[in-house]
């Protein structure tokens, strides 16, 4: 489920997040993984693993899918479903723009 409504939030400038990486973002008590995917379009998703909360931005991006670094547990990072075990709760994403080279998430 895409979250909607907020506030836009600068997360990063556009070159922090190279195609097929991820990087830690934090804001206001909450932990987000920022997903650069091989067409060079951004994703923002929850960044804690669903399964045993391990971040994400440290795992493997690999297409559309995200790999959790201790479990191997994977989900789409454009949509937050859990695609495979041990993870099986989906995460939140986000809305994500890119104006004037940053990256800016809706939350």
């Known amino acids: 489920m895409v979250t909607t409504t907020g506030e836009w939030v600068a997360a990063c400038p556009v070159e922090a997040v190279r195609p097929e990486e991820a990087l830690r973002w934090d804001h206001a008590g909450a ?3 920022i997903v650069r995917s091989p067409d060079g379009a951004y994703f923002a998703i929850d960044g804690h693993c669903t399964h045993e909360k391990i971040h994400l931005a440290d795992g493997i991006v690999d297409g559309n899918i ?3 670094p201790k479990h191997f547990g994977t ?3 454009r949509t937050g479903a859990a695609r495979t ?3 099986c709760i989906d ?3 986000y809305e994500v723009k890119v104006e004037d080279g940053t990256v800016f998430v809706k939350i």
């Open 66 to 68: 995200i790999e959790c």
């Open 31 to 33: 932990s987000f993984a």
């Open 85 to 87: 075990l041990p993870a």
């Open 75 to 77: 989900f789409d990072y």
């Open 91 to 93: 995460l939140r994403s």
